[in-house]
């Protein structure tokens, strides 16, 4: 049997390219098998209508009968009460679903951008991984400039599709190098996909 998965993220345009392959390989890893979508209606286009429980409901609601877990994953951008939202949605949805599928929320730290330059091997010597993953922007601050200077900022996604499937090849290093999201998701996808708990 295989676990129907559907990706929320605050805008599936650019987040797409990193989502759907690190968690393809996440849940391989894992030894699940799974169909892995992503939510591109309604676009939410933003972390304030991704964390709206009306705008949740209302993706649950259209697609309960036909995903077994969905996953919102949003950027944390050093909002220190961004958990508590997020736990007070997967709360919601969990009620809301009654059994029948799970919701798991989580947020990257600090955007998921830094999850992509987790995997990768060739980073500047002179950055601080803490400094990485401290950035309110690491955006603008590491990922442009380094998709800039590996030639790939305007492939895909502003060099997030080619750069997030390398990135996913290197799953391991990815839930080393974070693990107060990354490895922290894939424990609770474990739990809810083998135990059958949802949070």
Known sequence: MSVRVLIIPEDFRKDQFVLKPLIQRMLKEIGVRARVGMCWEPLLAGIGEAMKWDRIKEIIDDRRNMVDL??????????ETRRIKLDNLEKKANEFLAGAGCLIAENAWQEIEVWVLAGMTDLPSSWKWKDVQAECNPKETYFDPYARERGVLFAAGEG????????????????????????????RI??????????
Do not use: M
């Open 70 to 79: 969905f996953l919102l994953i949003v950027d944390r951008d050093c909002k």
């Open 160 to 187: 997030r599709d080619p750069l997030g499937r390398q990135a996913a090849a290197n799953y391991k290093r990815i839930r080393s190098l974070c693990q107060g999201d990354v490895a922290i998701l894939e424990k």
């Open 190 to 199: 474990r739990t809810a996909v083998v135990s059958g708990q949802c949070p």
